[in-house]
Nanobody, 124 residues
Framework: QVQLVESGGGSVQAGDSLKLSCTASGRTFSGIAVGWFRQAPGKGREFVAAISWNIHSTNYAESVEGRFTISRDNAKNMAYLQMNSLTPEDTAVYYC?????????????????WGRGTQVTVSS
């Protein structure tokens, strides 16, 4: 069974950085787009960033533009989300998602496969 697995979450102070990782077990990321979403307590799932297979297309939420960077290493079958200058408003469960249609979609319903999430907690 294909699964996405996120890692790298944790508890940090405001201003710190974290790097999240995502990999797929049971398949490769070949030819598919990868997105990162997050869900804070009591809120809906929110788009964070997405990247196409060929890395020529990326999208970012306005709230993270300039602070977060999405990347991928197709040879290693990994996708990443580098998060800098974290604030308490970034506290959420972060999910990795895969879209078999290789477009860096911003809508959650475009994604076909989801990980279980990794918790990021930022304290002031």
């Amino acid at each position: 069974q294909v699964q996405l697995v996120e890692s790298g979450g944790g508890s940090v102070q405001a201003g710190d950085s974290l790097k999240l990782s995502c990999t797929a077990s049971g398949r490769t990321f070949s030819g598919i787009a990868v997105g990162w979403f997050r869900q804070a307590p009591g809120k809906g799932r929110e788009f964070v960033a997405a990247i196409s297979w060929n890395i020529h297309s990326t999208n970012y939420a306005e709230s993270v533009e300039g602070r977060f960077t999405i990347s991928r290493d197709n040879a290693k079958n990994m996708a990443y989300l580098q998060m800098n200058s974290l604030t308490p408003e970034d506290t959420a469960v972060y999910y990795c998602a895969a879209d078999v249609i290789d477009i860096a979609h911003t809508e959650a319903n475009e994604y076909d496969l989801w990980g279980r999430g990794t918790q990021v907690t930022v304290s002031s």
